[in-house]
Nanobody, 110 residues
Framework: DVQLVESGGGSVQAGGSLRLSCVVS????????IGWFRQSLGKGPEGVAT???????TYADSVKGRFTISSDNAKNTLYLQMDSLKPEDTAMYYC?????WGPGTQVTVS
């Protein structure tokens, strides 16, 4: 079975940092394209960042220069380092790959 489980969310003040983790099972992380998405109240889901099997990364314009996606293939874990957080980054954050989604982790920036 494919499972993705996020962790690392929380409440921080603007300008602070958080690191999200997503443990993946059922896939070999280095063989797939996987990404982080977020959804805030009253809005649709938004792509945040992706990383593919070649290590190529993409970012939404709203997070470029502040967020960094990375993976540890030995741990089959995906990360999202979030720096210089803004109130508009408040959302539920999900990792997803090939149509599978984790349950999400809440990030609140005040």
């Amino acid at each position: 079975d494919v499972q993705l489980v996020e962790s690392g969310g929380g409440s921080v003040q603007a300008g602070g940092s958080l690191r999200l983790s997503c443990v993946v099972s059922g896939y070999t992380l280095g063989n797939i394209c996987i990404g982080w998405f977020r959804q805030s109240l009253g809005k649709g889901p938004e792509g945040v960042a992706t990383i593919d099997s070649a290590g190529t990364t993409t970012y939404a314009d709203s997070v470029k220069g502040r967020f960094t996606i990375s993976s540890d293939n030995a741990k089959n874990t995906l990360y999202l380092q979030m720096d210089s957080l803004k109130p508009e980054d408040t959302a539920m954050y999900y990792c997803a790959a090939s149509g599978f989604w984790g349950p999400g982790t809440q990030v609140t920036v005040s």
